[in-house]
């Protein structure tokens, strides 16, 4: 492979300068550790393609950004032919990149220059892009290293998408101190027995709370060797909190907070060993940040009275791409100072440290991905069928997260519908699951449509959200087809218990019926428990419906009979599965 230097000068004469937006669309892997440092190396500013976003969503993206070069690789080339950008795939023109000089001239960057745009789920209906700058990067990178303590013995797994800022988090900082970062791939994430073995080697550790829940739920055996581990993303259970010691015995929990127009993470919450945690802490800014609440008049609010959490200080970013004017509303001057306004509640504890409350507006925390369910509702609304619709976050009787999309039909003024097919029915209910997967990244899509004759309101017209019906459970198109053999029957006991639904066919799909990558880890440590047998997590992704599945765990388990009872002493028969 060749190093940051070559492919700089190749980014350079691809058209990268100071400021300039290049896309950076490759799978996890050394190659883009690489490809983003020779990004910046020429000057520009990297804007994150995730490979697994849908086409729609990363068109938008390039044509948003007005990407100039792309970096990317031959795999991919496909799935963004359209973009009209210079490419350069690393892998097909590996040739070519080996050809340029090898020396190191200097880009002429300075601390004010972008260094990348991460697009975060936007209100209005489409994404927006944060433009962070060098400087702002530095200050969280230096302040994690003055107050975290790294050091050239930690070991730190990269578990995060590149798609979100904290990935810079895991990334960098173990480099900073001449630690070690370790390339998880997404498929060794969700494979607990090969993320198991990568924890085993790790000082540090960063995830999000759903996910270190599971950890703590999956171990085998504790970690003695994870020293601290940071936890965020999203409001950090207490409960959580408690159970970490037993399975990191050695661990210092630190929470971390932080949105990413204040650049990765702005405060910090050290859990005392052996305090009980109440509410959500987020505890103190890291050096050079500030933090401040403020009412809805601009006035600072005392001890223990909620307020608007603004930000301020040297990791408040540059403002959005394109955007002037959502910058002006989120970016302000109070007290001669410029400060980003979080849109989190929270409130000021007696000794001194923050405490989140929530949020002000319909912004949400889904497994660590910050959501704005007005573009989910928006995407929605495409759909001719669609007349009104709301989207939450509903919580089921197992305390798991989902979101819930109710929605009513788009009717003619004669009162039919508008459109071919009920939403109830169940192809309209995949259908628009389909239709928001085209548009939305997969955690954005809800795992639950609930159709409704009309939306209940307040006397004041406002949609009433307490009046809302519970969620149902979710459904497919496919026809019900009752397990008949004892693996499918195990199966569907399994699922149902995972999935909260009470009777599953042997042809519906799991992520049909609200399966995600972090539940699908725990369905399979369980189907390796329950059958003994070894089965990939990939395999769940693969054959997606009980009959598929129980045919590969039943499979498994016949070539495990014929090889113990095979006679070791026969060379001539040869069995064949």
């Not at 017209?461 to 198109?477: F, M, Q």
Request: proline fraction near 6%; aromatic fraction near 8%.
């Amino acid at each position: 492979m060749h190093g940051p230097i070559s492919w700089r000068i190749t980014f350079q004469r691809s058209g990268v300068t100071r400021d300039g937006l290049v896309g950076l669309c490759l799978d996890r892997s050394l190659e883009l550790v690489v490809g983003l440092l020779g990004i910046w190396k020429a000057g520009g500013a990297y804007v994150p393609l995730d490979p697994d976003y849908p086409l729609e969503r990363l068109a938008f993206l390039l044509a948003d950004a007005q990407i100039a070069v792309l970096v990317t690789q031959e795999s991919r080339c496909a799935m963004l032919s359209a973009s009209q950008a210079a490419t350069v795939c690393l892998d097909r023109d590996a040739a070519t990149i080996a050809q340029q000089p090898r020396t190191n001239p200097l880009s002429g960057v300075e601390p004010h220059d972008l260094a990348y745009v991460i697009y975060t789920s936007g209100s209005t209906g489409q994404p927006k892009g944060t433009l962070v700058e060098h400087r702002q990067v530095v200050n969280t990178l230096w302040g994690s290293q003055q107050v975290f303590g790294y050091g050239a013995k930690d070991v730190q797994p990269w578990l995060a998408s590149v798609a979100f800022d904290i990935a810079l988090f895991d990334l960098i900082n173990p480099l900073l101190a001449g630690g070690t970062s370790v390339i998880v791939r997404r498929e060794e994430i969700l494979d607990w027995l090969q993320l198991d073995h990568q924890l085993r080697c790790c000082t540090l550790l960063h995830a999000v709370p759903t996910l270190l829940r599971q950890m703590v739920q999956q171990a085998v055996a504790p970690y003695p060797g994870v020293r601290r581990i940071f936890v965020g993303g999203e409001a950090v259970p207490p409960d959580l909190l408690a159970a970490l010691p037993a399975v990191f015995p050695n661990a210092e929990t630190t929470v971390l907070y932080g949105p990413t127009e204040a650049t990765i993470i702005c405060t910090h919450y050290p859990v005392a060993r052996d305090a009980v945690v109440t509410g959500h802490p987020i505890g103190r800014p890291l050096p050079n940040h500030q933090v401040r609440l403020y009412d809805q008049h601009g006035q600072l609010v005392p001890v223990g009275v909620v307020g608007e959490l603004y930000v301020g200080g040297a990791g408040v970013t540059r403002g959005y791409l394109n955007r002037p004017d959502l910058t002006a509303e989120k970016y302000v001057i109070l007290d001669g100072m410029r400060w980003y306004r979080t849109g989190d509640q929270a409130r000021w504890r007696t000794d001194g440290t923050l405490e989140y409350l929530g949020r002000a507006d319909d912004q949400v925390k889904l497994r660590g991905f910050r959501i704005e369910l007005g573009e989910i509702e928006a995407a929605l609304r495409q759909h001719p069928a669609v007349g009104d619709d709301i989207v939450l976050l509903a919580e089921d009787h197992l305390g798991e997260q989902r979101l819930v999309a109710y929605v009513v039909e788009h009717r003619t003024t004669d009162g039919k519908v508008a459109a071919d097919g009920a939403l109830g029915s169940v192809l309209g209910s995949s259908d628009l699951r389909q239709h928001l997967a085209a548009r939305l990244p997969a955690y954005m899509v809800p795992t639950t449509f609930m159709v409704l004759d009309e939306l209940p309101l307040t006397p004041n017209g406002k949609i009433d959200r307490r009046a809302l019906p519970r969620p149902e459970a979710a459904y497919t198109d496919a026809e019900f087809v009752a397990p008949s053999t004892p693996t499918q029957t195990l199966l569907a006991t399994i699922w149902s218990e995972y999935l909260t639904v009470d009777a599953i066919g042997i042809h519906d799909d799991f992520f049909a019926l609200g399966g995600h990558s972090l539940l699908a880890m725990q369905v399979i440590a369980r189907v390796r428990a329950v059958f003994a047998v070894d089965v990939p997590i990939r395999d769940l992704f693969e054959r997606a419906t009980i009959a598929a599945l129980a045919d590969l765990i039943d499979a498994a388990q016949f070539a495990r009979t014929v090889v113990a009872t095979a006679d070791p002493t026969d060379e001539t028969e040869e069995y064949e599965v």
